[in-house]
């Protein structure tokens, strides 16, 4: 089966544009989580989708992130507008049930000058 | 913030078993601990969890103590290709969603 896959691999942007990054679970999977790892600190959670709907946002930041999974299926997080302590590498990760362990996508590696 | 404490590095040699200990002291009953390792430029890789009875499958062993206080990850026979940065986890999700709290890991290095 094909694995999560996440696009870009590799975004450079300026501080105050916007990005989007885009995240397709494995086929079948209800469950996608988004997880990041900025500069010099520890993987950290996001959020967590069930289907289309939000189960869980505590890790969002602040309100410069959104993260949507119309339809149940592929996820976008958008930054808007990008700020440096944003750059980082973004994570999407699913899983075909609840407490199934997490099949992690190799991320987006966001670069924010 | 993590609730494990692992070594920040360690070395093995290729071919050998490599045992990677790791302390949960405050871990409740009905927690789970995982482990993952992540691979340069990869995602995190999913390896194998338990509750409190110890656990094998095709990439790993799991050994956790009767008081479930530390767990020990054994990878039997070491290969180059399990150089990587492993972490244990207690899950904290609630429901068993998979929100992971991640530490900095143990950085195994895999030596020929």
């Known amino acids: 089966e094909a694995g999560v896959t996440q696009f870009p691999s590799h975004s450079v942007i300026e501080k105050g544009q916007t990005v989007t990054l885009r995240c397709d679970p494995i086929?079948?999977?209800?469950?996608l989580y988004w997880y990041r790892r900025v500069m010099g600190k520890e993987i950290k959670f996001l959020l967590h989708?069930?289907?289309?709907?939000?189960?869980?946002e505590s890790g969002m930041p602040n309100n410069r992130f959104l993260a949507e999974r119309t339809g149940g299926t592929y996820s976008t997080l958008k930054v808007q507008p990008a700020e440096l302590e944003d750059s980082g590498v973004y994570f999407c990760?699913?899983?075909?049930?609840?407490?199934?362990?997490?099949?992690f996508g190799n991320g987006t590696r966001l670069t924010v000058t | 913030d993590a609730k494990t404490t692992q070594p920040t590095s360690m070395d093995c040699a290729e071919g050998r078993a490599a045992n990677l200990p790791c302390n949960h002291s405050t871990i409740s009953g009905n927690e789970y601990v995982y482990w993952y390792r992540q691979i340069h430029s990869q995602g995190p890789q999913y390896i194998i969890h338990?509750?409190?009875n110890n656990e094998t499958n095709e990439m790993a062993s799991l050994i956790i103590t009767e008081d479930r206080k530390s767990s020990t990850l054994i990878l039997p026979h070491a290969t180059l290709r399990d150089t990587a940065v492993y972490y244990c986890i207690v899950r904290v999700g609630i429901q068993g969603a998979q929100k992971l709290v991640f530490g900095q890991g143990t950085r195994l290095t895999i030596n020929p």
């Open positions: 989708f069930v289907k289309e709907s939000k189960q869980d």
């Open positions: 338990g509750l409190k």
């Open positions: 990760a699913s899983s075909i049930r609840i407490n199934s362990p997490l099949h």
């Open positions: 086929s079948g999977h209800d469950n």
